[in-house]
C-alpha cells in the first residue's frame, strides 16, 4: 500500500560537513516506513568519486584520486556521467529520488532539468542547509578523512560559495520547487525533524 500520493524528488544543498549525507539517511528511512511500496533512489556523487578513486583503474580514477585530496571541482563531464548513469540505472516515474552532491554549479542545474523533464519530476524540494564556515571547517576536521587537507577544506569551502551558493537562488525562482531553509547547526535530531516537518511528512 502506497501512503504518499505521489513520489518525492528532493535535493540536499549545502557545504561539505553540513550533514546532508546524515540526514539523506535518515530521510530514506522516513520515506520507506511512510511509502513502502515505492522504492528511494540515493544519488550521492561525492561517495561515488571516491568509488572512483579508490578502484585506480585508469587514467580517469587515478588522475581524480590525485586531485580529490586537493578541494578542486571535478570536471562537469564526470560529475554529470556518474550521477546521470545512476539515474539511467535505477530510476523511473514512480520512485522516490534523493540527491546529494549535484547540481554543483548553475549550469549544471540546467543540465539536470533535462533528467527532471526525462523522468516526470518537474515538483522539486530543495533541502537548504545553512551552517557559517566556521562550523562546516571544525567538522571536516574532526572527521578525519583523508580528502579534507586544510588546503582543500579551504578551496571547497570557496567553491561551494562563489560556485554553488547561486545554486539555490535558482531554485527559489524555479517553478514547481520549495526551498526550505534549515539549519544545519543544530542537533542532528532537530535537522532532522525539521527537514520531515518541511516536507510534509
Known sequence: MTFLEKPRTVVFIGPQGSG??????RLDR??????????????????????M???????TEKH??????????????????LWGDAMRTHLDTDCHLLIDGFPRIVDEARVLESAFTFYERQAVDIIH?????????????????????????????????????????????????????IDGTASIDDVHRAIVKALGL
Not at 546532508?20 to 539517511?25: D, L, M, R, Y
Not at 520515506?31 to 540515493?42: C, K, S
Open 129 to 181: 542547509l545553512q551552517a557559517p564556515e566556521s562550523v562546516v571547517r571544525e567538522r571536516m576536521v574532526s572527521r578525519a578523512r583523508p580528502d579534507d587537507t586544510l588546503e582543500s577544506i579551504e578551496e571547497r569551502l570557496r567553491w561551494y560559495r562563489e560556485e554553488t551558493s547561486p545554486v539555490v537562488e535558482y531554485y527559489r525562482t524555479r517553478p514547481n520547487t520549495k526551498v526550505h531553509d
Open 64 to 81: 581524480i584520486q590525485d586531485t580529490l585530496n586537493t578541494g578542486v571541482l571535478q570536471p562537469l563531464f564526470l560529475s554529470t556521467v
Open 20 to 25: 546532508k549525507g546524515t540526514q539523506i539517511e
Open 30 to 51: 522516513i520515506l520507506h516506513e511512510q511509502d513502502p511500496a515505492r522504492r528511494v533512489v540515493d544519488i550521492q556523487t561525492g561517495r561515488r568519486f571516491r568509488a
Open 53 to 59: 578513486a579508490a578502484s585506480g583503474e585508469g587514467y
